[in-house]
C-alpha cells in the first residue's frame, strides 16, 4: 500500500480507503463488515471513512467497535455532520449547537478521544460560515478533531471557507471529498484547481461509479439482484447502455494491463497528485483485497489517452 499527504498537512493516508455509507451497520452483515475492516488494516489501509448520518449512527458504532482492535495511532479515522439526526429544527446543518452536539455524540458512537478529520458534510445556507469553522476551531483546540474538511462543496464555498479561516485565524480546510470517477468529472475543471492552489487534498467518493465501473453490469434490464442497484432506484439511474458499452471498452484496455477495469478506474483516480485517497465500500473481505491492488499503479501517457478517447 503507497501512501500520500493529505493536502498541505503532515498527514498520511492510504492510497485506498475504506467507507461505510450505504453498507455498514445496514446493508452488509455485521460479520462482513468487521472482516473487511480487518482486511483492509492488515493491507496496509489506514484510512477509514464514516459519518453520523450513515444509518443513524449505526455504521460510526460498528467502524469505531472492529478499529479498536488496533493501535488508534496506526489508523485515521473520519466522520462528519450535517444532514438530519433527528425531527427538530436543530437536529441538522452546521450550527454551533449541531456540530458541536453531532462531534461529541459521533466520538461516544465510535468510543474514542478524538477524530482525525471531521468533515462538514455539506454546505449549510441557513448558518454563517465564521460560525460553522469556530465551533469546529474550538473542537480542535479541545483535541477532539485534529483536521478540518468538507465534502461536496463548490469551488466559491472553499474559497470563502478559507477565507473566513485565515481573516479569523481558524483551523484550515485541508480535505475535500467529492463524488469523482471516469463518468463524473465535475471537480476537474475548478474544485482541484483552487485545492491545488490552496494545499486542499481530494478523498474521492464512488470512485467506481457505484459498482459500474467494476464491469458487473452488462444490461440495463440484467441488474443482478443481489446488487444495490436493483435495491435502490436513484443508482440505477446511473446506469445506461451508453456506460456500459464504455465499460465494457475499458475492461479490453485494463486486460492488456492485467488488470481488472476496477483497478483501472482507480489507478486512473490516483493518476492526479491533488487525489490523497479513493475511498471504496466493500460488502465482502476480497472486495477489499482486489481494489487494494490498483495502489501503486501507474498509466503512461498512452493508455491515459486511450482511455480519454474512450470516454469521450
Known sequence: MKYRRLGASGLKVSEISLGSWLTYGGYVERENAVNAIKTAYDLGINFFDTANVYERGA????????????????????????????DGPNDRGLSRKHVIE???????RLD???????????????????????AIDDL??????????????????IAEGLG???RYLLDRIVVNQPVYNMFDRYIEKE???LSERSGIGQVVFSPLAQGLLTGKYTSVSDIPQDSRAAKLEWMRKGITEEKIAKVQQLEKVAAELD??????????????ANVASALVGASRPEQVTENAKASGVELSQDVLARIEEILK
Request: proline share 3%.
Open 191 to 193: 474544485v482541484m484547481p
Open 59 to 86: 455504521a460510526e458504532e460498528l467502524v469505531g467497535k472492529a478499529l479498536k482492535a488496533y493501535p488508534r495511532e496506526s489508523y485515521v479515522l473520519a466522520t462528519k455532520a450535517f444532514w438530519p439526526m433527528g
Open 140 to 157: 480542535v483546540r479541545q483535541g477532539k478533531v485534529l483536521y478540518v474538511g468538507v465534502s461536496e462543496w463548490q469551488a466559491s464555498q
Open 112 to 134: 474514542h478521544d478524538y477524530i482525525d478529520i471531521f468533515y462538514c458534510h455539506r454546505y449549510d445556507l441557513d448558518t454563517r460560515l465564521e460560525e460553522t469553522l469556530r
Open 164 to 166: 473566513v479561516a485565515d
Open 102 to 108: 453531532q462531534a461529541n455524540a459521533s466520538l461516544k
Open 259 to 272: 488488470l481488472s477495469v476496477g483497478n483501472l478506474a482507480l489507478a486512473w483516480i490516483l493518476r492526479n
